[in-house]
């Protein structure tokens, strides 16, 4: 707990001082962001991106070697983030949170969320159950589209 408050006072050297091994795992975009400096680089480009960010736990579970932090990240989007220019909006999305421990060492976080989510309330996605993502899948992905579209076409006969 005291990590993730240092983390959402944007206290980012306390927060990594909590770790015995500080390392994230972005598990919906596969990015490991490994020592110091990377998280260090890390906090500060979502801090630069969304600078009222926090993470609000809703329950905590633990495992054995582990805690696992059940929550919601919420911010708003006034800078850019991943190559994306700054919208303005905000998001509220699930996070599910694995700290990892060796023995009493926190040995990093595994971090958990839907990027289509994010990128939806961010409004540069569609849910494609939607008929603008519907139309915006076919636009954006032709070669795709129309390969499955081909082989719906041959299972019928």
């Given at each position: 707990m005291a990590?993730?408050?240092?983390?959402?006072a944007h206290t980012f050297e306390d927060a990594i001082g909590f770790f015995g091994h500080p390392r994230y795992?972005?598990?919906a975009t596969g990015e490991v962001y490994d020592g110091t400096p990377e998280l260090m680089r890390l906090m500060h480009e979502n801090v630069t991106a969304f600078?009222?960010?926090?993470?609000d736990v809703e329950r905590l579970h633990h495992a054995d070697e582990a805690v696992v932090a059940e929550g919601a990240f919420r911010g708003t989007h006034l800078g850019t983030w991943r190559g994306l220019p700054a919208t303005g909006r905000t998001v509220d999305f699930p996070m599910l949170i694995v700290f990892r421990?060796?023995?009493e060492?926190?040995?990093g976080e595994r971090?958990?969320?839907?990027l289509n989510t994010a990128l939806r309330q961010l409004?540069?996605?569609?849910?494609?159950n939607t008929t603008s993502?519907?139309?915006?899948?076919?636009?954006?992905?032709?070669?795709?589209?129309?390969r499955a579209l081909l082989r719906r076409l041959r299972r019928r006969r």
């Amino acid at each position: 707990m005291a990590h993730m408050t240092a983390e959402n006072a944007h206290t980012f050297e306390d927060a990594i001082g909590f770790f015995g091994h500080p390392r994230y795992e972005i598990v919906a975009t596969g990015e490991v962001y490994d020592g110091t400096p990377e998280l260090m680089r890390l906090m500060h480009e979502n801090v630069t991106a969304f600078p009222d960010f926090h993470y609000d736990v809703e329950r905590l579970h633990h495992a054995d070697e582990a805690v696992v932090a059940e929550g919601a990240f919420r911010g708003t989007h006034l800078g850019t983030w991943r190559g994306l220019p700054a919208t303005g909006r905000t998001v509220d999305f699930p996070m599910l949170i694995v700290f990892r421990f060796d023995g009493e060492a926190m040995m990093g976080e595994r971090i958990f969320f839907d990027l289509n989510t994010a990128l939806r309330q961010l409004g540069v996605a569609r849910d494609p159950n939607t008929t603008s993502g519907k139309i915006a899948t076919a636009l954006n992905h032709p070669v795709t589209i129309g390969r499955a579209l081909l082989r719906r076409l041959r299972r019928r006969r």
